[in-house]
């Protein structure tokens, strides 16, 4: 059993930057993702890190960075240039589920943390 515990979110204004941060305990070298859902709407996936390998989904390329230390045995999330839509409750998602659909698919993943509010606003 892997547990997962997000942390780093907040309020910011359009533009701004936050850096989420999820602990997970025990560490492996599991494929690990942070996905976002926003009310009313599905969950989405925003970037997943495998090793050397990461994706992001077109929402975020380019504003956002997923990164790992494996010393701290923790994943983060890098989000610049804020912008509205990126309101949601974030959510830390590790581990290989044997069905392996893509970093971005929550069907990849087996293990979920509680999740982390960001808010975006004017």
């Known amino acids: 059993q892997v547990q997962l515990v997000e942390s780093g979110g907040g309020s910011v204004q359009v533009g701004g930057s936050l850096r989420l941060s999820c602990a997970a305990t025990p560490y492996r070298s599991y494929p690990m993702a942070w996905f976002r859902q926003a009310p009313g709407k599905e969950r989405e996936g925003v970037a997943g890190?495998?090793?050397?390998?990461?994706a992001y989904s077109d929402s975020v390329k380019g504003r956002f960075t997923i990164s790992k230390d494996n010393v701290k045995s923790t994943l983060y999330l890098q989000m610049n240039s804020l912008k509205l839509e990126d309101t949601a409750m974030y959510y830390c998602?590790?581990?290989?589920?044997?069905?392996?659909?893509?970093?971005?698919?929550?069907?990849?993943?087996?293990?979920w943390g509680q999740g982390t509010q960001v808010t975006v606003s004017t």
């Open positions: 998602a590790a581990g290989g589920s044997g069905r392996w659909e893509g970093y971005l698919s929550a069907s990849s993943y087996r293990y």
């Open positions: 890190i495998n090793g050397g390998s990461t």
